[in-house]
């Protein structure tokens, strides 16, 4: 009894040292593994992370910049790479993560050479931050987008152009303002619209005037015109509407509202077919 107890101690201390020895096996498997990966020089990982880039292969390019900035924290190629990870993180409708990106790298190298692309990129992000994959295939040419992403847009390419207004993306920049002025506008004036088609004649008054004192030079201006001489008729304030229709007669004559004296509130005031350059 006492030899087969033995026999059978002997046997679990081989099976225990038989696991002990495929564990070891493995973590230096593992050991190795992490060698080779480490042996490879921050260019080389550098790269491979912007052939992905290059090739669109958005995914594989976000692991491949990670990996850098994981072996190599600093230096120029992570620098770089930090960059144009954030890119990627863009081409992968992750704005909230490119946006992180591009602050921590608006942060950490103030100096960058190309630290003008990083704060045009921020406002590039916003500029389709609510616009999915079907919408950048056929875009929507509508006001009716979220304020508060044409906002933002408009504030980073605003700070992007006061920081650098000769940068090569300052074209750009300055054109996709214009556009989006022209939203912020647009909104506007649907909005003083919509007031005006529920009886809310005051409201709709007050949605024009604000589009004829902060966005002069939009082609919303003359729909504002007509639909505060609309309200101004709901109020029985003929001399204002009067006024408004000369001034405008005056700076718009050719608008469809002096020709036939109505205005459509069904439907958006602006037509957007010539207004989306992207």
Partial sequence: MLQKNKTHLIKLALVLLLGTLVLQGCGKKDEVREVEVTKLTSLEMYLAAKRALDAG???????KYRALRSHYPFGHYTEQGYLEMAYAQYKLYQMEQAVSTVDRFIKNYPAHKNLDYA?????????DSDRGLMQRVNPDRTADRNQDNIRNAFTAFKNFIERYPESSYAPDARKR????????????VQVASYYLRRGAPIAAVNRAKFVLESFQDTPAVPNALALMVESYKKLDESELAEQSKQMLAANY??????????????????KWRDLWPF
């Fill in 119 to 127: 704060y045009y990129l921020k406002g590039l992000i916003f500029f």
């Fill in 57 to 63: 292969v958005w995914s594989t390019a976000t692991d």
């Fill in 177 to 188: 303002m214009v556009y989006l002025k022209n939203q912020l506008a647009a909104y506007e």
């Fill in 253 to 270: 004559p050719n608008h469809s509202y002096l020709q036939d004296g109505e205005i459509d509130l069904s439907t958006a005031v602006l």
